[in-house]
Structures are given as structure tokens and as C-alpha cells.
């Protein structure tokens, strides 16, 4: 008997494989729709319910075709959406720093999920740490999909987005200087993010078998698209503390949050499985820090 969890042979064009992702999608934001509509409560509790109910819509058409990276664009899907229905909510009266934040949020959330969509092979792929999720999670398999695969990252987003509500809802702080830093931590951890994706791409086109990329941003940092990745949440953090400084206990907490899944959960399963592939990853570990990147001196890389 096949397991729910194994994928069956698929024929389906890849063309259509994401045209299923979109249905799924439009779907998933017609019930986040519908509880915006109907809820009464305020903004920030409205959307956490929306962005859950769409979540839960994205969950089911998972299970359905027995893969799990329907829900991988969501990531970067959902942050715009959020921030647009915010700024009909709230009336911060600052609309350069409103504005500011939609361009960079769309700048990433268009380059990320359009990156996916490229390299997406298609149903008869998923992402190799679902699986293996699941699998350590023995009887508690749906739970984990559930619960660690979907609900948690969309957790981790919207506590990311935290600053995005300060700023629209309920900060009306004049622009500063912070904002300025803000945006150029932003701007620069998107583009950091894009380049590091572009250098490991052209990369896997030519590298041998087993080969480690440590060039470029990749010989200065081990996981600069991780990097970038962070820097996007701190920026949108200092955003938040700019417009509503009072929020400082709380508009940072997503920043946090997705530094300390990055560093204890992702880097980690990451660097398991590349020592796993490629023995001589021990060397570029030892060689090239982590995260926080070696921004003067010779590289080491090959």
C-alpha cells in the first residue's frame, strides 16, 4: 500500500504545476478574505486569523498532492498582502516611510517568489527537509506538517511583520534618520540575498559533483542568502522602531525570531546534510565563518 507521504509519478508539466499552486493561492486569500470581512476584531488579530485560515487552505491542497512545497511561496507572498491591507486600516500620515516599506517588501517578496518559481522543478519535487521532518516525527507525521511546516513559518512571518503593523496602524512618528538606516539595511540585505542566489546558482551549472561554492559572498559567510534573509526582518524592525519607538519591547521580536531559526534550526540541518554529500564541507567550515561574514582580508576561498 503507497504512503500518503510518497509523491505518486507525475507527468504534469510544470506549467501547470504552478498554475495549481496559483489556484490554491487565490483560494487560500478569497478565506483570508472572507475572515477580514466578517471578524470585528482589530487589525492585528484580524490578520493573524486571516493569514492562518489561508494557511490552513494552502495545508489541505499540500496533503492533497502529497507535497508540501505548495505552501513554499507563501512565505514571500503573504507579506505584501499584509502590509496593503494594513494601510487601509491605519492613518499613520507618514506616506514616504509607507511607501518606502511597500517598495522594498514588494522588491523582495517579487524577487524571492519569482526565484522559486524558476527553480521549482515541479510536483514531482519537494523540499528535501519536509520529508525528513516528518520522518523523525514517526506517528506525529501529519502533526509535524501541520504544526512545523506550515502553521510555524507562518508564525515566524507575521511576527516579522510586526514592525510593518507598528508603522501603518499605529506609529506616526515624523520620517528620521532611522528611517534611513532602515532602508539601507533593507535594501542591502535583499540585494545581498539576490546576488548570493545568483553566485550559487551559476555555481551548481558548472561545479563538479560534491564540490563546496566558496567564492565570492559564499568566501566570506558560509550561508550569505540566509544572511540576507535576516537582514530583511532587522530592517523592517528599525522601520517599526523609527515610527513607533514606544513598541520597542515587542516590534523586534520577529527579527529575533528568524535569527534563532536560522542560526539553531535551518543552518544546522543544512550543514548536516551537506557533510553528508560532501565530506570536504568539514574544511569550509572550519575556514569560513558562519553568519557573520569576513568583510576585509584575502579570501580563503579556492
Known amino acids: 500500500m503507497q504512503s ?34 466578517f471578524s470585528d476584531a482589530n487589525p492585528l488579530w484580524r490578520a493573524l486569523m486571516a493569514d492562518l485560515v489561508a494557511t490552513l487552505v494552502v495545508f489541505a491542497a499540500s496533503r492533497w498532492h502529497r507535497n508540501s512545497s505548495f505552501y513554499d511561496a ?4 503573504i507579506p505584501p498582502l499584509l502590509m496593503l491591507w494594513w494601510m487601509t486600516q491605519g492613518d499613520s500620515g507618514v506616506l514616504v516611510r509607507e511607501f518606502l516599506v ?8 517579487t524577487r524571492l517568489t519569482s526565484h522559486w518559481a524558476y527553480y521549482w522543478p515541479g510536483l514531482h519535487h519537494e523540499d528535501w527537509r519536509y520529508p525528513m521532518l516528518r520522518n523523525r516525527s514517526g506517528r506525529g507525521a501529519v502533526w ?3 504544526l512545523g511546516i506550515h502553521v510555524f513559518p507562518t508564525l515566524q512571518v507575521f511576527m516579522g511583520m510586526l514592525p510593518v503593523y507598528a508603522l501603518t496602524v499605529l506609529g506616526g512618528r515624523p520620517f528620521n534618520w532611522l528611517d534611513i538606516v532602515a532602508a539601507v539595511v533593507t535594501f542591502s540585505a535583499i540585494t545581498l540575498q539576490m546576488a548570493s542566489d545568483f553566485q550559487l546558482h551559476a555555481f551548481a551549472d558548472r561545479a563538479e559533483p560534491g ?8 568566501a566570506r559567510c558560509r550561508h550569505p542568502n540566509y544572511l540576507g534573509e535576516i537582514g530583511l526582518w532587522v530592517g523592517l524592525a528599525l522601520f517599526g522602531l523609527a515610527a513607533y519607538p514606544a513598541g520597542w519591547l515587542w516590534v523586534g521580536l520577529g527579527a529575533i525570531a528568524m535569527i534563532l531559526m536560522f542560526r539553531f534550526a535551518s543552518i544546522p540541518m543544512m550543514e548536516e546534510r551537506s557533510l553528508e554529500r ?9 575556514r569560513i565563518p558562519m553568519l557573520l561574514p569576513r568583510v576585509f582580508g584575502k579570501s580563503l576561498g579556492h
Open 4 to 37: 500518503i507521504w510518497q509523491r505518486p509519478d507525475s507527468n504534469i508539466p510544470k506549467a501547470e504545476a504552478l498554475v495549481r499552486v496559483l489556484v490554491v493561492y487565490v483560494l487560500a486569500l478569497f478565506a483570508a478574505g472572507l475572515v477580514l470581512a
Open 74 to 77: 507563501f512565505w514571500s507572498v
Open 102 to 109: 511597500l517598495a522594498l517588501i514588494l522588491y523582495w517578496a
Open 144 to 146: 509535524m506538517d501541520l
Open 211 to 218: 564540490a563546496s561554492l566558496d567564492t565570492g559572498l559564499w
Open 278 to 286: 560532501r565530506p570536504e564541507y568539514a574544511d569550509v567550515m572550519a
